[in-house]
DNA sequence: AATGAATGAGTATTCATTCAT
DNA sequence: GATGAATGAATACTCATTCAT
């Protein structure tokens, strides 16, 4: 899964052949057919791993956070630490986006990630501390949308550091939910 | 190139063939690379025509208005309308940012869009609107992030109208340059 | 055909396109098959031309002359000077004899200019000057084959010139047909 | 290979399509491209094999003899028995002579051939044997043309006995390099 | 006479998948 | 558990030929 997730990364899917990936781990077709049902299945299910790693991820840094606020902070943090750690399995992802076979499995894993957020964000109106004309998931989609857009930007082509891209997605996440022009 | 357009949208560039295209066309397999040399040509050539239309839109859209917070607004609403009625092209423009053979291609027109958005950004902030230590060149691709994000997935997914959407994109997008939390 | 000539020559017949013969020529596809009914067609009647060109050089080279050995002589040294100046459709001949297609239409007009030698041969053998075991198809073969090869050998591949290479020919063909070792 | 060898050599190289071969085997396309790179691979491959053998029959033939002129004769009526019973290979030296891809790799076998014989004329030569005045290179060559022709006439489309026809090959190469008329 | 857009059968080649060993 | 030879449908692309203009 490691060497067809930097495969499929680096040329994009449909271009890595099974045999490019057998060859390159230095075994026979029969054992990536013992243990995958077919290449589309293989892609599956690094995808599947990819959105679950990242899930955990989000989860474990926001776990003992109290403030919807801060838990949103920490939740876009998460997000692009994992991202710099993950260029491959954002790419796929991004791929899978593209293309009919895929999108439904992609779709299961956004709609949760995004579902968190909606929830933090739903918490903080409560509180009074965003304004309650807003629509949650129109609000939590757009800070998806900018921490996407600058990692790739930022982190996969200008190699800048997730740190402090991070500082620049809440600054601007935060302002985007909380400010007032 | 319109037919080729929205069957590479709907399965993808790869699972597309020139063989459907032309079958669905209901001309012969020679005509097809009478006009093309290749398949991959006439992606690129669907790219460009693309890229050069919402160019062209985005221009006429900001044309005769000097304030530059109100360009960006502009230019945003612009953005969002064209990728209404040009959601196939959208959908390609997404693909060939994962693979290799396209990003090359994709990159150039998108250097040149974000371009114009820096340069609004420095005005505004020349004219003491946006915050002095702001990084134009971030801002800039966040509102790019926050754009397309929510197109796809209000207007695209959801089927909502685009000038719904464009006055929420605008409004975050606002707060983020200009608001101060 | 003489522009067919020399792409079929310098590439062969099958890797040579109509296309490519009628753009190089600057005309239209159209021309083509209205002088020619077909590729083939054109081909055969380049052999065709190419065959009568040779058979009409060898006849007058040799019209004056009575002494059947002075015949051969004078036969083959016009077959070298032929070649030298028809380098390409020389080619074309020995293509022709690779393929079943066109072996048909080689054959007669090889057989037209064995027998012709072979007349000759045998004259020389009622006048006593060649053995009258000798089987005069057979020397006639002989020398054809040694024209041809010594022809492609060092005139062709090493760009001698005609003249001395014809010298060779008729001596170690005389030899071979009056010689006594 | 050898199933190929025959469909090249019945209906020509280009005619003969992949499909053609691997149907006629019984076995799928795939097999075809285990082992061979391409078509033109299996060509040369074929071609290479052919040289190979050729050269070790007229190695075989000589061996054992001491004298250049009988080694001249056991070389021809060497070859003359290889080509009886490989006429298709023959034939697709033959083709490999008039196609710009094949000539390079026809050339090298070639050349070797003809090297063998030249020491022979040379050694006869230095023994007083053959005239000095002689071209020891377009003897061979000579040499070579009336074999290739000969058996192309008698043994291939008269359907003769290759020993008769090396008699009379051996009797009018021998007038030829050793013969004063 | 001439053009060149159009046809579509045909080509070499690839590749996901199977299965006897 | 693992191999890799074998399959054959599918692919991008070519090209001799036609024919409306």
Not at 24 to 45: A, C, I, P, R, T
Not at 80 to 90: F, I, K, M, P
Not at 109 to 134: L, N, T
Not at 151 to 161: K, Q
Request: with cysteine.
């Amino acid at each position: 899964m490691a060497f067809g997730t930097s495969r499929f990364a680096e040329q994009g899917y449909h271009p890595t052949s099974v045999s490019e990936i057998v060859t390159g781990l230095g075994v026979g077709k029969g054992v990536f057919y013992w243990y995958f049902d077919s290449k589309e299945q293989l892609f599956l299910e690094i995808l599947r791993d990819a959105q679950t790693d990242l899930r955990r991820r989000q989860q474990q840094a926001i776990a003992e956070e109290d403030d919807p606020i801060r838990r949103i902070e920490l939740g876009l943090r998460a997000s692009l630490a994992w991202a710099e750690e993950h260029r491959d399995h954002n790419r796929l992802i991004q791929f899978a986006a593209t293309e009919a076979t895929f999108v439904g499995a992609l779709r299961r894993g956004q709609d949760i990630a995004v579902a968190d957020v909606v929830r933090h964000v739903k918490e903080a109106i409560a509180q009074g501390r965003i304004r309650d004309d807003a629509d949650p998931d129109l609000l939590a989609h757009a800070m998806v949308g900018v921490a996407g857009h600058l990692t790739r930007t930022f982190i996969y082509e200008r190699g800048e550091a997730a740190g402090g891209v991070a500082d620049s997605v809440v600054a601007f996440c935060l302002r985007g939910i909380l400010g007032d022009p």
